[in-house]
C-alpha cells in the first residue's frame, strides 16, 4: 500500500469520529428544540448547533481529501509528492479542531473584539472557526493542492479526471478566503459570504465528489475509464451550468437588487435535470452489472448517493426555490429539512462508499457484504428520511402561521414556535435522530470490525 | 377558480420533480430489463406529471413566466432519461469494440 492511501485511511478515520460529534452535537440541538432548558447556560443552543454545522463541513472535507490521497497513487501510479507534508498537516487539522472544538464548549464566546475572532469565534455563520484556525484550514488545503499538482506533474501525466480535479483546486483554495473578509455593510457582507457557502457546496465540491465517483466506479465496478471521464466532463458541464447562477436563490431578501430573484429561480429550477440523469445512469451502472460486485456496502452507498441527492437537492430543493415560495419558506425548518436531505445524499453517501471501498483494499478483503452494513444502512436512511420529513412538516407550519398568517413579527415566531404542526414534527426528528444515532453506531461497529470477523463456517449452520 | 396558496404550491412543485423523478427511474428499469409493463408504468408517471403541471398552471399564483418554465421542465424531463439513455449506451458500445 502507498503511504498516501495510509495517510488517505487516517483521514478516514478522523472524518468518521467528526461524523460522530456532528451526530452528538446534532441530538443535543434537537433535544434543546423538545426541552428548551436543556442544557441552558451551560452549552447553549447557539453552540451545539455550531458544532453540528461546523464538524459537517470538516467530516465532509476530510473525506474529500482521504478519497483523493486514497485515488491519487493508483491514478498517476506514482507516491504523493510531499506526502509526509500532508501527514503533518493531518496532525495539525486535527489538533487545530480539537483545540477550536473545547473552546467552542468551554469559553463559548467572547467580546466584540479582535482578540475573540482571533482566539474564541470568528462570528461568520458556517465559517466560525478563529482566525487562526482558519489560516490553519488555508494552509491543509495549500499542501492538499500541491500534493495533487506536484505529484500530477512529476508523473507527466495529466488524466481527464485529474485535469477536471486540477481545475477545482484553485476555486477550492480561492473561495474559502472569503471567510477573512471584514466587511461592515451586512447585505454586502452575504452577498460574498455565500459565494463561500453557495460555490464551496454546490460548485467545488460537486465536481470533487463527481471526480471521487468516477474512481470509485472504475474501482468498483471495472467501469472504462473512457467512459467515467465523458460523463464526468457531462455531468460536471450541467451541475456547474445550474448550480453557479442557481447561487441567486440564496441572494433572495438580503437586500441584493431584484433580478436575483429571476436568475435564482430560473437556474435553481433547472438544477434537478442533471440530477435526474446522474439516477438514470446509476439505474444504468448498477443494473448492467446485476448488482453484482464484490462490496455491496460501497454499491449500496452510491446508489444512495444518487437518489440522495436527486430527492434532497432536486425535489426537496424545488419545492422552495422559486421566490414565490422562498418568500415564506427562506429560513425556516423547511430549509433545513432540505439542507440535511441535499448534503446527505450528494456528500455523506459518497464518501462512506469510498470508504468501505478503501477498507475492502487495505484489509484485502475478498468480498465485503454479511448482514450488519445493511443495518447500518437501513438506520441511517431511514432515520435521515424521517428526520427531514418531520423537518419539513415543521418548517410548512412554520412557513405557514409564522410567515403566512403571521407577517413575520416576533409575536408570529413565537406562535408558529408553539403550533401543534410544528411542535410535533420537531418531536418526531428527534426520535428519527436517536434512529439516525444508532445507525451510526452499527456503521462504526461494522467498519472497525469489517475482515476481522471469523467467517461462519456452513459446517455449523446445518442442523445436528 | 380556486387558487392554491404558497404551500400548496409548493407541494405541487415537489410532486412535479417527484414524478420526473419516477418516470426516469422507471424508464431506466424498462430500458435494463426490457418489459413494456415498466415502461407503461414510467409513462403512467409522466403522465401524473403533466397532470401536475396542468395543475400547477390552473391552480398556482405563478406568474407568465415561471409557469412557462414548469411547461418547459416538464417537457425537458420527458426526453432527458431517454437522451441519457441513448448516451449511456453509446458510450459503452463503443467501449467494447477493440
Same mark, same amino acid.
Given at each position: 500500500?502507498?503511504?498516501?492511501?495510509?495517510?488517505?485511511?487516517?483521514?478516514? +478515520?478522523? *472524518? $468518521? =469520529?467528526?461524523?460522530?460529534?456532528? %451526530? #452528538?452535537?446534532?441530538?443535543? !440541538?434537537?433535544?434543546?428544540?423538545?426541552?428548551?432548558?436543556?442544557?441552558?447556560?451551560?452549552?447553549?443552543?447557539?453552540?451545539?448547533?455550531?458544532?453540528?454545522?461546523?464538524?459537517?463541513?470538516?467530516?465532509?472535507?476530510?473525506?474529500?481529501?482521504?478519497?483523493?490521497?486514497?485515488?491519487?497513487?493508483?491514478?498517476?501510479?506514482?507516491?504523493?509528492?510531499?506526502?509526509?507534508?500532508?501527514?503533518?498537516?493531518?496532525?495539525?487539522?486535527?489538533? +487545530?479542531? *480539537? $483545540? =477550536?472544538?473545547?473552546?467552542?464548549? %468551554? #469559553?463559548?464566546?467572547?467580546? !466584540?473584539?479582535?482578540?475573540?475572532?482571533?482566539?474564541?469565534?470568528?462570528?461568520?455563520?458556517?465559517?466560525?472557526?478563529?482566525?487562526?484556525?482558519?489560516?490553519?484550514?488555508?494552509?491543509?488545503?495549500?499542501?492538499?493542492?500541491?500534493?495533487?499538482?506536484?505529484?500530477?506533474?512529476?508523473?507527466?501525466?495529466?488524466?481527464?479526471?485529474?485535469?477536471?480535479?486540477?481545475?477545482?483546486?484553485?476555486?477550492?483554495?480561492?473561495?474559502?478566503?472569503? +471567510?477573512? *473578509?471584514?466587511?461592515?455593510?451586512?447585505?454586502?457582507?452575504?452577498?460574498?459570504?455565500?459565494?463561500?457557502?453557495?460555490?464551496?457546496?454546490?460548485?467545488?465540491?460537486?465536481?470533487?465528489?463527481?471526480?471521487?465517483?468516477?474512481?470509485?466506479?472504475?474501482?468498483?465496478?471495472?467501469?472504462?475509464?473512457?467512459?467515467?471521464?465523458?460523463?464526468?466532463?457531462?455531468?460536471?458541464?450541467?451541475?456547474?451550468?445550474?448550480?453557479?447562477?442557481?447561487?441567486?436563490?440564496?441572494?433572495?431578501?438580503?437586500?441584493?437588487?431584484?433580478?436575483?430573484? +429571476?436568475?435564482?429561480?430560473?437556474?435553481?429550477?433547472?438544477?434537478?435535470?442533471?440530477?435526474?440523469?446522474?439516477?438514470?445512469?446509476?439505474?444504468?451502472?448498477?443494473?448492467?452489472?446485476?448488482?453484482?460486485?464484490?462490496?455491496?456496502?460501497?454499491?449500496?452507498?452510491?446508489?444512495?448517493?444518487?437518489?440522495?441527492?436527486?430527492?434532497?437537492?432536486?425535489?426537496?430543493?424545488?419545492?422552495?426555490?422559486?421566490?414565490?415560495?422562498?418568500?415564506?419558506?427562506?429560513?425556516?425548518?423547511?430549509?433545513?429539512?432540505?439542507?440535511?436531505?441535499?448534503?446527505?445524499?450528494?456528500?455523506?453517501?459518497?464518501?462512506?462508499?469510498?470508504?468501505?471501498?478503501?477498507?475492502?483494499?487495505?484489509?484485502?478483503?475478498?468480498?465485503?457484504?454479511?448482514?450488519?452494513?445493511?443495518?447500518?444502512?437501513?438506520?441511517?436512511?431511514?432515520?435521515?428520511?424521517?428526520?427531514?420529513?418531520?423537518?419539513?412538516?415543521?418548517?410548512?407550519?412554520?412557513?405557514?402561521?409564522?410567515?403566512?398568517?403571521?407577517?413575520?413579527?416576533?409575536?408570529?415566531?413565537?406562535?408558529?414556535?408553539?403550533?401543534?404542526?410544528?411542535?410535533?414534527?420537531?418531536?418526531?426528528?428527534?426520535?428519527?435522530?436517536?434512529?439516525?444515532?444508532?445507525?451510526?453506531?452499527?456503521?462504526?461497529?461494522?467498519?472497525?470490525?469489517?475482515?476481522?470477523?471469523?467467517?461462519?463456517?456452513?459446517?455449523?449452520?446445518?442442523?445436528? | 377558480?380556486?387558487?392554491?396558496?404558497?404551500?400548496?404550491?409548493?407541494?405541487?412543485?415537489?410532486?412535479?420533480?417527484?414524478?420526473?423523478?419516477?418516470?426516469?427511474?422507471?424508464?431506466?428499469?424498462?430500458?435494463?430489463?426490457?418489459?413494456?409493463?415498466?415502461?407503461?408504468?414510467?409513462?403512467?408517471?409522466?403522465?401524473?406529471?403533466?397532470?401536475?403541471?396542468?395543475?400547477?398552471?390552473?391552480?398556482?399564483?405563478?406568474?407568465?413566466?415561471?409557469?412557462?418554465?414548469?411547461?418547459?421542465?416538464?417537457?425537458?424531463?420527458?426526453?432527458?432519461?431517454?437522451?441519457?439513455?441513448?448516451?449511456?449506451?453509446?458510450?459503452?458500445?463503443?467501449?467494447?469494440?477493440?
Amino acid at each position: 500500500m502507498y503511504k498516501s492511501q495510509q495517510v488517505a485511511l487516517k483521514y478516514f +478515520a478522523a *472524518a $468518521i =469520529v467528526l461524523f460522530g460529534i456532528m %451526530v #452528538v452535537a446534532g441530538l443535543l !440541538a434537537a433535544t434543546q428544540y423538545v426541552h428548551n432548558g436543556f442544557l441552558l447556560n451551560q452549552l447553549d443552543f447557539s453552540i451545539t448547533k455550531i458544532l453540528h454545522i461546523d464538524t459537517m463541513i470538516l467530516w465532509l472535507l476530510m473525506g474529500f481529501m482521504g478519497s483523493i490521497y486514497w485515488f491519487l497513487p493508483g491514478e498517476l501510479n506514482r507516491e504523493t509528492e510531499g506526502i509526509k507534508l500532508a501527514e503533518i498537516m493531518f496532525y495539525i487539522l486535527c489538533g +487545530a479542531i *480539537a $483545540i =477550536v472544538a473545547l473552546v467552542f464548549i %468551554v #469559553v463559548q464566546y467572547g467580546g !466584540a473584539n479582535e482578540f475573540s475572532m482571533w482566539f474564541i469565534n470568528q462570528g461568520r455563520k458556517y465559517v466560525e472557526a478563529p482566525r487562526w484556525a482558519a489560516i490553519g484550514i488555508v494552509l491543509v488545503v495549500a499542501v492538499f493542492c500541491y500534493n495533487i499538482i506536484a505529484t500530477t506533474i512529476k508523473a507527466k501525466k495529466v488524466t481527464g479526471i485529474m485535469g477536471v480535479l486540477i481545475v477545482d483546486l484553485l476555486p477550492l483554495f480561492a473561495l474559502y478566503l472569503i +471567510a477573512f *473578509a471584514s466587511i461592515t455593510n451586512m447585505s454586502e457582507d452575504l452577498f460574498w459570504w455565500w459565494w463561500l457557502v453557495h460555490l464551496w457546496v454546490e460548485g467545488t465540491w460537486e465536481v470533487l465528489i463527481g471526480c471521487i465517483m468516477a474512481f470509485s466506479l472504475m474501482q468498483l465496478l471495472g467501469t472504462e475509464r473512457r467512459i467515467v471521464e465523458t460523463w464526468l466532463y457531462i455531468e460536471v458541464a450541467l451541475v456547474l451550468g445550474t448550480g453557479i447562477l442557481g447561487l441567486g436563490h440564496h441572494y433572495f431578501w438580503i437586500g441584493t437588487p431584484g433580478y436575483w430573484l +429571476a436568475i435564482g429561480g430560473l437556474f435553481s429550477a433547472l438544477e434537478p435535470l442533471p440530477l435526474l440523469g446522474m439516477v438514470v445512469h446509476a439505474v444504468y451502472d448498477a443494473g448492467t452489472h446485476r448488482m453484482k460486485t464484490t462490496n455491496k456496502p460501497a454499491l449500496y452507498w452510491m446508489m444512495a448517493e444518487a437518489f440522495g441527492n436527486f430527492l434532497g437537492g432536486g425535489v426537496f430543493g424545488f419545492m422552495m426555490t422559486l421566490p414565490q415560495i422562498n418568500l415564506f419558506s427562506h429560513g425556516t425548518q423547511w430549509t433545513v429539512s432540505h439542507g440535511h436531505f441535499a448534503f446527505w445524499g450528494a456528500y455523506a453517501c459518497g464518501i462512506l462508499s469510498v470508504i468501505y471501498l478503501a477498507l475492502q483494499k487495505a484489509r484485502e478483503i475478498a468480498e465485503v457484504n454479511g448482514g450488519r452494513w445493511k443495518w447500518g444502512f437501513a438506520l441511517l436512511n431511514l432515520g435521515m428520511v424521517g428526520m427531514v420529513g418531520a423537518l419539513l412538516i415543521s418548517g410548512i407550519a412554520q412557513a405557514f402561521y409564522e410567515r403566512a398568517i403571521g407577517g413575520s413579527t416576533l409575536q408570529a415566531f413565537i406562535e408558529g414556535q408553539s403550533n401543534m404542526w410544528f411542535v410535533q414534527g420537531i418531536n418526531a426528528r428527534l426520535i428519527f435522530g436517536v434512529m439516525f444515532a444508532l445507525g451510526y453506531g452499527v456503521l462504526v461497529y461494522d467498519l472497525l470490525t469489517l475482515g476481522k470477523r471469523k467467517a461462519v463456517q456452513p459446517a455449523l449452520l446445518r442442523p445436528a | 377558480m380556486m387558487e392554491l396558496g404558497p404551500i400548496g404550491t409548493a407541494l405541487l412543485l415537489g410532486i412535479f420533480v417527484l414524478f420526473a423523478g419516477c418516470y426516469g427511474l422507471l424508464y431506466a428499469i424498462a430500458r435494463l430489463k426490457e418489459r413494456s409493463t415498466w415502461m407503461n408504468a414510467a409513462y403512467a408517471c409522466y403522465a401524473l406529471q403533466v397532470v401536475v403541471t396542468l395543475l400547477i398552471v390552473a391552480l398556482t399564483p405563478l406568474t407568465l413566466g415561471w409557469q412557462l418554465l414548469v411547461i418547459v421542465s416538464c417537457l425537458a424531463y420527458f426526453k432527458l432519461p431517454a437522451i441519457a439513455w441513448s448516451h449511456l449506451e453509446l458510450t459503452h458500445s463503443k467501449a467494447e469494440v477493440p
